[in-house]
Structure formats: structure tokens, C-alpha cells
């Protein structure tokens, strides 16, 4: 029986098709599955705003929880070491930190280092406000091994050079990590939160209202992030605010006591670095839930009481500037965190397994109908 050529061209066009069209369904797959489990990192960080980094998360996974206490000083100054705690949950391979201080030096500049085997890490650079309160969120990634973990917070402005004024007790506490990736040691959210930030263009009139506002403390503290790290300005003294890193993104921590009525976080992003978080989607949320974009730099600055936390990111000539509305004080912490996709890698990936399908199916057709053609001769 003679085989027609067409037949066989077809099926074989049929059997490509089929094969791109898995590829990119699994694509498309592990893309979205990819985007959800990131975009959760945002959720699960945010539930240590009322669970102080815990009970939200596997119990497999215990918490360490350290109270922090003063270090000698050298010179038997006056200093006030205040005195807190803090708790380091292992997040697939992430800790996430949560930490609490008071009595301390009122509006002094703060940094919470985490001590690796002994190395120290800075995680986050904090303001007390002026009663000597401050309240920290951050993260440290770790590759997979057995670690010994401690905390130090360094006091970077009352002494000639920067001084450890807390220290963790028990002094260190050891963590395995298993290598588990995050995406597997949080549950999936939804994508809601994911945006694609759009920048309005900085003028004078711009310029006027920030300035202004810093100057009337409806902006009480800016957050500045560049090249060799982030630094925290507070000018009203009702206000504490720390910003640590976590998974290439970042947490700015406010506290606010005795405040009413809405107020505005100015970050200053001044890096190239810290300008391409922007450039992509991203998720900003107020204690876990999306911020949405305001329409001008006005309607963020003169948010009201009952008005939902708002954001514009403002063009300047060195700076990307992101104002923030929270429409009511107490502890709040912003996540400004990327959203990781894979559908690209995950069709690369994928694109040599279907062009070795395309060549060993048209192998099979080419042998097939060169048999064929020999049995008809």
C-alpha cells in the first residue's frame, strides 16, 4: 500500500503542534505558580505586624525568640540601653526578623545586625522616636547549613564611632537550613497585589508640596535608598521608622504613638540599583494588603482620615521618589517586594526538549516514509 506524502507531512505538522503547545502550557504553568508563591512572601511577611514573626507559619519550624539586653559600655557613660526582644523564624531559607526595643536614646540612628556563625550582617538601619521606642522588620537569606544565630543593635550616632548598646540572650541559637525554597515554605495568594508602577514627572509645584509637607510633619520621616545602603531621617519625634531588606526587595517599619489622622512616608530611592526595583512589577502593600496608586503627588499629600493608603512614584533628576499615605497610626510595615516570574526561563527550559521532539519526530517520519516508499517500489 503506497503512502501519500501529504499524510505524512501532516501528521508530523500536528505532532509539532502539539509539542509547542505543551511547552508552553507548562510554560504559562510554572509561571503563574512561580508568581503566586512570590507574590506570598509579601503575605507572610506582613503577618508579623500581629504575630511578631510566628504563629502564621508552619509549626515544623520553631521560632527563636531572644530578649535583648544591654552591652557594657567602656567609660561608664549614662547612656539609656533600653532593653527588648526579638524573634528569627526560618522561612524556607530566609529568617525573617522581628524586633522590639524602648528605653532607648531617643531619636538615636540604629542598626540591627544579625550574627552568622559569628559574622555580623546588617539587616536594617532604624530611628528611635523620642521616647526611645523602635520596632524592625527584615530578612537575611542563607544558603543551606547548620547556623549558630545572635542579634546586636549598634547605636551609629551618640558615640564617636558605632557601638553596640544590645546584644541577644541567650547570646546565639542554631538554625538548619535545609535548603527548602521559599516558594515551598509559604502557602499561595492570590496575584492581586502585583503592579506595574507608573511614574509621574516631578515639577516645581511637586517639590513645593514635598518640601512643604516635610516642613508641616505630614511627611515625619524620609527613608533614603542608595548605593551603599539605606539611611532613616525622622523629624517628628512621635515617629519611629526602620527599613531592612528582604528577597531584593525592601520593609520600612513605622511606629507612631499619640498620632492621629493620616500621614505620608517619603522613600527616596537614589540608586540605580534601588530605581530598577521599580522598573518592573512589584508589590506594594500596607501590612499585607495593596496599596493603590494615587493620581498626583496632591491627592496622596492630602489624604484624609477614612481615605485607603494611597502611592505616587515621582520622577526627579537623581531620584525616583515614593510617597506612601497610611491612613491611620499605630505599627505598620511596608513591603516593597519584586515579582519574580519564570515564564521566560521556564520556556527556555523548556525550548530544548521541544526542538529534540521536533528532530526525533521528524526523524521517525523521514524513516517511516523512506520504508514506505520502497515498499510500494
Known sequence: MKSHPRALLLSSAVVVVLLFCSSVVIADSESETETQTTTSVSSSVSSTVSSSVGSTASSAVPNLRFSMVHSPLAGGTNYLHGGGSATVQLRGTVLAIHLEAE???????????????????????????????????????????????GLQVLDRSTFSSPTVVLVSNPQTQTVLVAGVPQSTATSSTSTETMQQVSTVHGGETEDDGITTAIKNKVIPAVVDLGQFGSSVQVNDGNFSVSVGQYEGGYLVSVFGANVTGPRVLLINLTSSQSRNLLSAPVSITLDGSAVQQGSSVSEVLGAKAGDPAMFILVSGPSALSLLISVPHFSYHVIEILPIITQAISALVVDLPVFLLGVAIVSAAVLVAYGRRTRVAL
Open 103 to 149: 528605653g532607648m536614646k531617643g531619636g538615636a540612628h540604629l542598626t540591627l545586625l544579625v550574627l552568622s556563625n559569628g559574622t555580623p550582617v546588617p539587616v536594617a538601619n532604624m530611628t528611635a522616636d523620642d521616647e526611645g521606642e523602635v520596632e524592625a522588620e527584615a530578612g537575611l537569606s542563607l544558603a543551606p547549613g547548620s547556623y549558630s544565630i
